[in-house]
Nanobody
Framework: VQLQASGGGSVQAGGSLRLSCHVV????????MAWYRQAPGEQRVSVAT???????NYIDPVKGRFTISRDNARRLLYLQMNSLKPEDTSVYYC????????WGKGTLVTVSS
């Protein structure tokens, strides 16, 4: 399975970004999916999950600001990030909900104050 994340960049606090992840080599629609992030010197953590049925969950720090969604026909996972904060600065990765696929390169999000 190949995970191709894109859409990161540098923004000022309060700005928005939309991340995309193209999943290649898996039957995308049958997997729960997740966005993870890893800040420098910290462990990788799951920030948002979406089930095969479209149910979503978020960690508290991003609730109300981030929205995860999926396009099963195109095998795409999205993360809309609004009201970004400096503490959101991380490399963002996509994976299935258990995180068991090989990790892709991720996409860097940098938020300046």
């Amino acid at each position: 399975v190949q995970l191709q994340a894109s859409g990161g960049g540098s923004v000022q606090a309060g700005g928005s970004l939309r991340l995309s992840c193209h999943v290649v080599g898996a039957n995308f629609r049958i997997f729960n999916m997740a966005w993870y992030r890893q800040a420098p010197g910290e462990q990788r953590v799951s920030v948002a999950t979406i089930s095969t049925g479209g149910g979503t969950n978020y960690i508290d720090p991003v609730k109300g600001r981030f929205t995860i969604s999926r396009d099963n026909a195109r095998r795409l996972l999205y993360l809309q990030m609004n009201s970004l904060k400096p503490e959101d600065t991380s490399v963002y990765y996509c994976n299935q909900g258990s995180g068991s696929w090989s990790w892709g390169k991720g996409t860097l999000v940098t938020v300046s104050s």
